[in-house]
């Protein structure tokens, strides 16, 4: 039987991609599961860079901002979800126990009222990351606290990203 040599998996022999990683196959025969389970750990990325800072993805903020216009608000969730989850990532505190599945739904019943309150502690939680790790983040919780009152939650998203953008190692 066949492996796959990057996630380790047992293949058919006739396959030219593995089924599960999509990785291509060799004619030659991978390593067995249990002697690969270092190496899946190793292909996988890692959260913190050679500095030792936590990295996050390098997200676009007109990109985001445009794919919010255009999905009617939709990508504005995704979006949503994905900066509580790289904000838990940067951080790394006692508030980091909350996913962006969980921030977006307490938000949602909430009417909105846990949001402005989660982008009031966020200002606070990066800037003390930032200083945490050596990048340079000013303490915003005030202004998203106001731009959320008003209404302007895509302002704070694009803050937000901004910061978190700081590291992404880009």
Same mark, same amino acid.
């Given at each position: 039987?066949?492996?796959?040599?990057?996630?380790?998996?047992?293949?058919?022999?006739?396959?030219?991609?593995?089924?599960?990683?999509?990785?291509?196959?060799?004619?030659?025969?991978?390593?067995?599961?249990?002697?690969?389970?270092?190496?899946?750990?190793?292909?996988?990325?890692?959260?913190?860079?050679?500095?030792?800072?936590?990295?996050?993805? !390098?997200?676009?903020?007109?990109?985001?901002?445009? #794919?919010?216009? +255009? %999905? =009617?608000? &939709?990508? *504005? @969730? $995704? /979006?949503?979800?994905?900066?509580?989850?790289?904000?838990?990532?940067?951080?790394?505190?006692?508030?980091? !126990?909350?996913?962006?599945?969980?921030?977006?739904? #307490?938000?949602? +019943? %909430? =009417?909105? &009222?846990? *949001? @402005? $309150? /989660?982008?009031?502690?966020?200002?606070?939680?990066?800037?003390?990351?930032?200083?945490?790790?050596?990048?340079?983040?000013?303490?915003?919780?005030?202004?998203? #606290?106001?731009?959320?009152?008003?209404?302007?939650?895509?302002?704070?998203?694009?803050?937000?990203?901004?910061?978190?953008?700081?590291?992404?190692?880009?």
């Amino acid at each position: 039987m066949k492996y796959c040599s990057n996630c380790g998996k047992e293949v058919d022999g006739n396959l030219k991609f593995c089924p599960n990683c999509g990785a291509p196959l060799n004619d030659e025969q991978g390593p067995k599961p249990e002697e690969n389970n270092n190496n899946s750990q190793q292909n996988q990325p890692t959260q913190h860079a050679s500095n030792g800072r936590p990295r996050v993805e !390098n997200r676009n903020i007109v990109t985001c901002i445009i #794919l919010s216009i +255009v %999905t =009617c608000g &939709i990508y *504005g @969730i $995704i /979006w949503l979800i994905n900066l509580v989850n790289d904000v838990n990532a940067v951080c790394q505190d006692e508030n980091s !126990n909350q996913s962006g599945g969980t921030v977006f739904l #307490l938000t949602l +019943v %909430t =009417c909105g &009222i846990y *949001g @402005i $309150i /989660w982008f009031y502690q966020v200002g606070k939680r990066l800037a003390d990351a930032g200083q945490k790790h050596g990048v340079q983040i000013a303490d915003n919780s005030t202004i998203y #606290l106001v731009l959320a009152l008003f209404g302007l939650q895509i302002v704070d998203y694009c803050l937000v990203q901004t910061d978190l953008n700081k590291f992404s190692g880009q």
